[in-house]
């Protein structure tokens, strides 16, 4: 941030370096124009940042990797956006899809959990998948529907191949033994529902066609 007092040190002894001078005041405003100039620079440089910009900038990030916002907040637009760089380069195998998901929601990989069906024992499909650990937390902190990540997961996967369920941890857990415990952060809550652990859910997409509405 530019300063009057240092502006005016930097001229010659030709001229009075007093702040109340004319000079001096003349330095004063020029260094305020020049402060909000590089304030915007410096607005103009952090809005690159997916995570930092807002509105029409990030309208702009999204039209450079063709993803609508429609009629998402800023908040969610980012995960759509996010994913869909990450779906840009997906190969379509497991360990990709995780990788999208995880960058979609600020998750870390090993939160992640896939499996495949053509393994279940009960009701195999040959192909279909489930998601079957990922945080709550992480997708409640997102901001985004779980509707709507049921479609970017369906839509990172390869063609042909169904999203059979998303299963969201929680972490409510009871206790493990006879012998009782006490953890304000996975047990029951309080009274007034400040403490104890969440509870998750699991979230069957439906298989119907989506319309142009």
Excluded at 3 to 26: E, F
Excluded at 77 to 89: E, T
């Amino acid at each position: 941030m530019l300063n009057v007092r240092d502006m005016l040190k930097t001229l010659t002894d030709h001229y009075t370096k007093r702040p109340q001078s004319n000079i001096g005041k003349l330095l004063s405003i020029l260094s305020g124009q020049l402060n909000d100039l590089d304030q915007t620079l410096e607005t103009m440089l952090l809005w690159r940042d997916i995570d930092l910009a807002r509105g029409a900038t990030l309208d702009n990030i999204g039209q450079n990797v063709v993803q609508p916002r429609g009629a998402a907040t800023d908040e969610v637009y980012r995960v759509l956006i996010k994913s869909k760089i990450a779906r840009n380069f997906s190969t379509g195998d497991i360990n990709t899809v995780i990788q999208v998901l995880a960058i979609a929601v600020s998750a870390d990989y090993s939160e992640i959990e896939i499996k495949e069906k053509f393994t279940h024992p009960i009701a195999p499909e040959p192909a279909a998948i489930s998601l079957i650990r990922l945080p709550l937390s992480r997708l409640s902190a997102s901001e985004i529907d779980i509707r709507q990540f049921a479609r970017i997961l369906q839509k990172t996967v390869p063609a042909g191949v169904l999203v059979d369920a998303v299963e969201l941890q929680g972490t409510f857990a009871f206790a493990s033994g006879e012998v009782p415990e006490m953890d304000a952060e996975i047990g029951f809550a309080d009274v007034d529902q400040t403490s104890g652990g969440l509870l998750g859910t699991v979230f069957t997409p439906a298989k119907n066609i989506d319309l142009p509405i």
